[in-house]
């Protein structure tokens, strides 16, 4: 079967990377949680990367389908979890029920991390940065570690972001001029 469709992963890689910096830039501290951050989960972070792990599964990548498609639906999740509990629909969770979820995606993240052994240094970066900040933001809730964690956790999301669109640009550049601009540390 030939394979003449795009790349999928930078698209998948911006919507989750922009989505992470602008969520943590509000953990960081920066500004409140808001209808932008919201709509950032449901467009970009969330139905960009569905449609990229549908892409990826078209290319027969059982790790990129996975991974986008969970991580855009950990999105439509995170920004329902704010909705529900926002229109009255449902009570929002309790610090618990959160800890439990953020711990729950660093697991299925920390797996995953683990299937990027066999990846370039750059995607083993974003996974193993978000691996972090699932598990320090699952302490906060569990924990009650607000301020300089929260902070701190905020910081580090934003890292993991901007490596995510790092990751992305460098493949976009990379296969545009057909040689590398941005390395990735190829396996």
């Known amino acids: 079967m030939d394979d003449n469709f795009a790349n999928p992963a930078p698209l998948g890689l911006t919507g ?6 602008l969520l943590n830039m509000h953990n960081a501290g920066f500004y409140p949680l808001d209808s932008m951050i919201v709509a950032m989960g449901i467009c ?6 569905v449609i990229a792990g549908i892409m990826e599964w078209r290319k027969n990548n059982t790790f990129g389908a996975t991974a986008f498609c969970s991580f855009g639906l950990f999105w439509l999740s995170f920004a329902g979890l704010i909705l529900f509990s926002k229109q009255g629909l449902c009570q929002g969770p309790t610090c618990t029920a959160m800890a439990t ?8 993240t920390f797996a995953m991390w683990i299937a990027t052994w066999k990846a370039n240094r750059g995607i083993q970066v974003v996974f193993l940065s978000l691996v972090v900040l699932f598990w320090m933001l699952a302490c ?4 009650g570690w607000t301020g300089v964690w929260a902070t701190v ?10 490596t995510a669109i790092y990751v992305a640009m460098a493949q976009i550049l990379n296969e545009t ?10 396996k």
């Open 16 to 21: 989750f990377g922009m989505t992470t910096v």
């Open 44 to 49: 970009y972070g969330g139905l960009a990367q």
């Open 101 to 108: 979820y953020l711990f729950m995606w660093g697991l299925f």
């Open 140 to 143: 906060k809730d569990a924990f």
């Open 153 to 162: 956790a905020g910081y580090e999301g934003i890292f993991c972001g901007f």
């Open 177 to 186: 001029f057909g040689h590398v601009i941005l390395p990735l540390g190829e």
